[in-house]
């Protein structure tokens, strides 16, 4: 009976124990700075003033800068709504870039241009034909603009295509226009597109014959080119770093 009435006395003290504690209130932490939201930096376009005034070197300076920011993840924010809106009626494109069609290559971000800043075409492996060289002329003569890059880029796939003269379709013909850069390297290994420093050689010698192309086929830009109005000038892409190394 003793026992029963030291067990119930301890029950007891251990109930009432647990009803004077007051349980612990958890507080919620609330942050003392709210996050910004970034502001763009940039709303307006490229005027006419503003591009007339630049030299090609200039331009090439600010490709060399902008993709220097690209590569360090420093991209300029800009307002791309107002700056659509604010470029509707009008264009002044400070220069062409001929780039290949792969979706890795984005143009615009790669240089850290926007809306209105520069014209862009786009074929698989960065060849000139009449449609193209016209847009150039347009671009260059009728627009305004100071400069055309012809912009490769590593691990193309219409450069290793044409170095294994693949046959299919109309893709055969458009490699056509690629083959002679092919056939300008001089390299003693293996030329296949398995051999990497092959592909990059091709890739290079391609950039190369295009600008070749460019100025046999348009006396319009060869002699913009000779009269100092434009640069015609080549880049290759890395697209391990996103750095663009410029050829002389």
Known sequence: MKSIKILAV?????????CNNQ?????TEIPTEVEEKVKPLIQEVLTKE??????????????????????????????HSAQVRKSATGQFPKAVVLSCLDSRVPVEDVFDRGIGDIFVGRVAGNFVNEDLLGSMEFGCK????KVILVLGHEHCGAIKSAIDDVKLGNIT?????IRPAVEKVKYE???????????HQVCE????????????????????????QIKIVGGVYDMDSGK???LE
């Open 142 to 145: 009728v627009a305004g603009a």
């Open 189 to 199: 290994g293996e030329r296949t597109s398995g051999n990497p420093e092959f592909v």
């Open 205 to 228: 010698s391609n950039v190369k014959n295009t600008i070749e192309q460019i100025r046999i086929n348009s006396p319009i830009l060869k002699e913009m080119e000779d009269n100092g």
């Open 173 to 177: 013909a458009m490699l056509s226009k």
């Open 50 to 79: 503003q591009r007339d005034a630049l030299s090609p070197d200039d331009v090439i300076k600010s490709f060399k800068e902008g993709n220097e920011r690209f590569v360090t993840n420093e991209l300029t924010a800009r307002d």
């Open 244 to 246: 663009v190394t410029f």
């Open 10 to 18: 301890a029950i007891a003290t251990t109930v009432m124990g647990a």
């Open 23 to 27: 349980p612990e209130q958890k507080t």
